[in-house]
């Protein structure tokens, strides 16, 4: 059985950081495509942040250079690495592993809740 659990959210000021992660078990990150989604409120669930099989890494615009995914394998989590956060990036942040494009996804973690307040 796989699951994915997330931590780390919590509240912050605009300009802070925070590092999410997402402990894996039943599936191992460093076969699998995973990546980091988020939902605002009243807003559609978007990827975020991609990490592939072979440890290539892809952002939405909207976060590059602010935020950083990576992968420990030996740890079996995968992290999202938050700096310069804004109002804007509130949501529940999600952990998933899918297909190399993260168009169809394997399983979804539980969600943590990020708040940035300005």
């Known amino acids: 059985q796989v699951q994915l659990v997330e931590s780390g959210g919590g509240l912050v000021q605009a300009g802070g950081s925070l590092r999410l992660s997402c402990a894996a078990s039943?599936?191992?990150?460093?076969?699998?495509?995973a990546g980091w989604y988020r939902q605002g409120s009243g807003k559609q669930r978007e990827l975020v942040a991609r990490i592939t099989m072979g440890g290539s890494t892809s952002y939405v615009d909207s976060v590059k250079g602010r935020f950083t995914i990576s992968r420990d394998s030996a740890k079996n989590t995968v992290y999202l690495q938050m700096n310069s956060l804004k109002p804007e990036d509130t949501a529940v942040y999600y952990c998933?592993?899918?297909?190399?494009?993260?168009?169809?996804?394997?399983?979804w973690g539980q969600g943590t809740q990020v708040t940035v307040s300005s």
């Open positions: 039943g599936i191992m990150f460093s076969i699998n495509h």
């Open positions: 998933a592993v899918g297909d190399y494009s993260m168009a169809s996804i394997k399983s």
